[in-house]
């Protein structure tokens, strides 16, 4: 009998566990590109498929390159048929925040934004700056020339706090290291951040790095170029461009999809920012296999700076940095 009560007991704590994670939610993501765009939206694209692996039950619809100006319109025709929509990019803020109080009944979310931007609304922010930092390590222990180029996209949200993260780095492990840096104004102008990177290898630098999808139009030139490197923001990059790209950061959106559900059914509705960092497992970081690509030194010392992130988050002091 005490066999029977403690076989009945594991299967009632199995069968909840599985209703916590099959109950069937849908879910609509606006993308300001394509979920194949090396970047910024395949990474949630990525995390989606990530929650489904784990076993949550997404009806899951990719709404994909919608213009800022579209966004309101597109917002409101997607509104009363899915339980949560995402809108995943900064440039859509404003529409979220106008279309989402005219349907109380839907969850909405909103990133990278770490305002609360209402009762029905969750925003999300990556602390970028965190793998921006191990970027900006590698980055000054790579160059060989202490000359480094970064195609930015804007200077705001998570963008900017990527950047400055590279900047302390780049820092702290070569305090000769001088940085280029500019803007293209964009998150998904491919041809702009092509036309920068292009101009920084010109001028010499030999490490570039770049924020955001459109960053794969420099890392083109870099793959054509010859002796110079990229430290990646997204995973995709290291696998399509493995003779170049000596380590890669990625988010890991799949802890907002998660949140998102888990809040929904603990019955919150918004009013709360999400936040993606390497102790909650919001970020991965994968190393280049090639020994030749990336010394055994360099990967050591962004390995440290890794760990000391996952123990201590939240704890760069990126604001600090005042950009040239």
Known sequence: MKKLIVLLAALLMLAISFTAVADSVSIAIVYPDTVDDKGWCQSMHMGVEKAISMGYEIEYTPVESVATADAPNTLDQLAENYDIIICHGAMFNTACQEIAPEYPDQIWAAGTTDQLFGENIFTFMPQSEEPGYINGIIAGMMTKVNKVGIVGSTDGADSARYVRGFVMGLNESNPDAEYMLSWTGSFSDTVGAGDIGNTFIQ?????????????????????????????????AQ??????????????????VIIGLIERTAEGKTGNECIPLNYNNNGFVYTFSENAELLPEDVKAAAQAAYNKLVATPDTLDYKSIVLK
Not at 238 to 255: I, N, R
């Open 203 to 235: 001028a010499g630098c030999d490490v570039l790095v770049g924020p955001a999808q459109q960053a794969v139009g420099a890392l083109r030139n870099v793959a054509a170029a010859e002796g110079v490197l990229w430290v990646g923001q997204t995973t």
């Open 238 to 255: 290291l696998v399509d461009f493995p003779e170049v790209v000596v380590a890669a950061a990625d988010y890991d959106y799949s802890a």
